[in-house]
């Protein structure tokens, strides 16, 4: 499949639903609801610094989710329609692989919200893009992180040591991965 096919094909699945959830683009109205999280320690330890303030949250979004949109939503609650965290699939259309990633308001963690969202991004990935492999990556020292990609059926590939530097010093990885065809038998 061309990249421009898989581009049309995100730009229509730009609206996703789960039982519980609503994955949509991310817009400046979800800046509050971002900041809320983003501002947090807890929260931003192993994804992104802290933001600082609600224009820092602004720019994110305007620079990060709208100024490339497709593949990247805001989890929004059906009960409260609130904006807790954000979940992307960044697609490299040439070697048909796919890219997790995720942040989750804390207030919100351990009920089984983030690998709900996941797995409609890894529905997205294998059945409609028909990608052939969607990975994810966590801090060595982030093992919930893990902990949702195991509950999503992938399974670890590869520990990276001293892979990269977070907030100035070198830290680990985790890569964790699925296959198109463990996907199929993962949901069968």
Known sequence: ??????MLILAENNHLETKRLYLRPVTLADAAAMYEYASDEETTAYV???????????EAI??????APLGKYAIETK???K????????VEAEALRGELGYALNKAYWGQGLMPEAAMALLSLGF?????LHIQAFHNLENPKSGRVMEKIGMTKEAQL?????WRG??????????????WLKHVL
């Open 1 to 6: 499949m061309e990249a421009s096919q898989l």
């Open 48 to 58: 992104f610094p802290r933001h600082q303030s609600l224009a820092e949250t602004r």
């Open 62 to 67: 305007a620079n990060f989710f709208m100024v």
């Open 79 to 81: 009960s409260e329609h």
């Open 83 to 90: 904006m807790i965290g954000t979940i992307d699939l960044r």
């Open 127 to 131: 059945d409609s893009l028909q990608l």
């Open 161 to 165: 040591p001293l892979s990269r530097l």
């Open 169 to 182: 010093k070198p830290v680990g990885e985790a890569m964790y991965g699925i296959t198109r065809e463990d």
